[in-house]
């Protein structure tokens, strides 16, 4: 418990500094992920992963379905510890620090990763404003003053404050799809995470609202770093910086979005990008 | 007749036969509600609600100790019963292992099938006789080993019905899994639990036998939980098995309340769960 609120307070002291584009590079990585692999009782969905994913980056992960891309991405906030038969083995550093270490605590590690859904989660029992600040309430921090500062601010990172800020006790449910995936977006920017993992989060969407979810993370990467796992190659193309493929449990090619999309080093990347499978 | 009409004619009559089914099932609910009603409305006066049974022999008198005594008993019953029921239902649905839950729910199901007089002999021999006496605690006590499983069985459902994807974003936020579970799951069926409970307590607040053997029955105030206690059920019990009318009477108008008593939660419960016993978005 103490763990916790002090880590609560730490994030809350601590000041956001955007980091320009240039310097991105010479911070440490996001993620270094290091022969991962992960099974499922007997089924093994991710062979031996490496990779590094900088800061302040969106890197995509595409690849056709069942090919790991979700099973690696929950990986990385350690959403895998509530399946019992799940079965993570290898490394995984956030920021350098080991997320699977024996003394780190799960929660701590999922306060700074935060993630957003393919299928839109909004909780059915609270307020639009509630929804926000969750996270900070279940986790303690009780300032009325600061709750409302981090909705505001919550919600404006997500694109969401206009079409609410009159409204911010009605429920959740209320809200329309696109609008409650954005609410989805500003729960998670609320805790102040340092990466925010997005598993296909405009899937269910139609163009407009992707379109809105799209400009926001393109936003957001200027702050904070996104993994984003993508059934939509376009939407990749037109995202990310990085690009990882996967296929078959294996991480086949990562590299710089560009390159992946028009020189990519693997036939079967090749075969993906260009709509020969998947 | 056509192969056309004759097909017709066969939907007609299943239709009829089902409608009929469905009638039939209803109807012992109709008769008993007109005869207890025709019986008991009589003696139902203010007398009924608000004094003692009169000694055996002298007209008049009513049943405050054994409406009273029910309430008392089903509140004891609710106070140990459902922590341990909901509770035991949050562990079934959010912790429990496959093999475990499998077994604690097989002996949950087995549970709710014993008849419900074996629960009065099992307290009698577990609380009345160390205790050296009948009493509310033991009654008490029976009732909440009735709603335990049941309560369980249901709170478990329920906790199912939540869809994941709000287990998984509470973790996300770094919430701690029991206030997740507490705060977000629980909060979300909390509807659909206070419906079991409220289920379970309508269930027993008409056993009878169970509290033969435990809390005995009273014919004035029970001065503490360690005293036999009366019932509602009890009252009735040895109301209508007694040979004078004035107390037949009584009988039925014991039967009316409990039976008023009983609707009055299931409409309660329907007025609870009139949109959905979880919500969703």
């Given at each position: 418990m103490n763990l916790i609120r002090t880590s609560a307070e730490e994030n809350l002291r601590a000041e956001r500094q955007p980091a320009p584009a240039s310097a991105a590079a010479l911070k440490p990585p996001a993620f270094t992920?290091?022969?991962?692999?992960?099974?499922?009782?007997?089924?093994?969905?991710?062979?031996?992963?490496?990779?590094?994913?900088?800061?302040?980056?969106?890197?995509?992960?595409?690849?056709?379905?069942?090919?790991?891309?979700?099973?690696?991405?929950?990986?990385?906030?350690?959403?895998?510890?509530?399946?019992?038969?799940?079965?993570?083995?290898?490394?995984?550093?956030?920021?350098?620090?080991?997320?699977?270490?024996?003394?780190?605590?799960?929660?701590?590690v999922r306060r700074r990763v935060g993630m957003v859904f393919q299928k839109s989660n909004p909780f059915p029992t609270m307020s639009i404003a509630d929804n926000v600040t969750v996270g900070l309430r279940l986790n303690g921090i009780r300032a009325r003053s600061l709750l409302t500062e981090r909705t505001e601010q919550a919600l404006r990172m997500a694109a969401l404050w206009e079409e609410v800020k009159d409204r911010l006790d009605a429920q959740a449910i209320s809200l329309s799809g696109g609008q409650q995936q954005r609410l989805c977006i500003a729960r998670a920017l609320a805790v102040q995470p340092q990466v925010v993992l997005m598993d296909e989060p405009a899937s269910a969407l139609d163009p407009l609202a992707t379109a809105k979810i799209e400009d926001l993370i393109l936003e957001l990467k200027r702050d904070y770093t996104i993994?984003?796992?993508?059934?939509?190659?376009?939407?990749?193309?037109?995202?990310?910086?990085?690009?990882?493929?996967?296929?078959?449990?294996?991480?086949?090619?990562?590299?710089?979005?560009?390159?992946?999309?028009?020189?990519?080093?693997?036939?079967?990347?090749?075969?993906?990008?260009?709509?020969?499978?998947? | 007749m056509t192969t056309h009409h004759w097909r017709k004619f066969k939907n007609v009559a299943m239709q009829a036969i089902t409608f009929a089914c469905a009638l039939l099932v209803i109807l012992p609910l109709a008769l008993v509600f007109y005869h207890v009603v025709k019986s008991g409305i009589g003696a139902v006066n203010w007398d009924f609600f608000t004094k003692l049974p009169k000694p055996v022999g002298e007209a008049g008198g009513g049943m405050v100790n054994a409406i009273v005594g029910t309430f008392a008993l089903l509140g004891l019953a609710a106070f140990i019963g459902v922590p341990v029921g909901v509770l035991g239902g949050v562990y079934l649905s959010e912790y429990g292992g496959r093999r475990v839950s499998w077994w604690i729910r097989f002996m949950a199901d087995i549970l709710n099938g014993v008849p419900s007089i074996i629960w009065g002999i099992v307290v009698y021999a577990l609380v009345v006789v160390p205790?050296?006496?009948?009493?509310?605690?033991?009654?008490?006590?029976?009732?909440?080993?009735?709603?335990?499983?049941?309560?369980?069985?249901?709170?478990?459902?329920?906790?199912?019905?939540?869809?994941?994807?709000?287990?998984?974003?509470?973790?996300?936020?770094?919430?701690?899994?029991?206030?997740a579970i507490v705060q977000i799951v629980g909060r979300t069926a909390l509807k659909g639990i206070v419906t079991g409970?409220?289920?379970?307590?309508?269930?027993?607040?008409?056993?009878?036998?169970?509290?033969?053997?435990?809390?005995?029955?009273?014919?004035?105030?029970?001065?503490?939980?360690?005293?036999p206690i009366a019932a509602l059920p009890l009252q009735i019990f040895s109301y209508a098995i007694s040979p004078y009318d004035d107390w037949h009477r009584q009988a039925w108008a014991g039967a009316l309340v409990l039976l008023l008593l009983v609707t009055l939660i299931n409409v309660s419960v329907r007025v609870l769960t009139r949109e959905r016993f979880v919500k969703s978005a």
């Open positions: 992920v290091k022969n991962l692999s992960i099974s499922f009782g007997q089924r093994q969905v991710l062979k031996s992963v490496s990779m590094e994913i900088r800061a302040c980056t969106v890197t995509a992960i595409i690849g056709p379905s069942g090919c790991g891309k979700s099973t690696f991405l929950r990986a990385l906030n350690r959403m895998h510890d509530l399946v019992p038969e799940a079965r993570v083995q290898g490394d995984v550093r956030l920021f350098g620090e080991d997320s699977y270490a024996k003394e780190a605590e799960p929660v701590v993994v984003i796992v993508t059934h939509n190659m376009q939407q990749a193309a037109r995202m990310s910086d990085e690009t990882a493929f996967f296929y078959l449990g294996e991480l086949i090619e990562f590299g710089p979005t560009n390159r992946i999309f028009t020189r990519p080093k693997e036939k079967r990347t090749e075969d993906y990008v260009t709509g020969r499978f998947g | 205790m050296k006496g009948f009493s509310a605690w033991a009654g008490g006590i029976v009732l909440a080993m009735i709603i335990v499983p049941l309560i369980m069985r249901t709170s478990e459902e329920v906790l199912q019905l939540v869809p994941n994807g709000y287990r998984e974003a509470a973790l996300a936020l770094g919430i701690v899994r029991w206030r409970v409220l289920l379970a307590l309508a269930r027993v607040a008409g056993e009878t036998a169970p509290l033969l053997f435990t809390a005995f029955g009273n014919r004035f105030w029970a001065h503490s939980l360690s005293q």
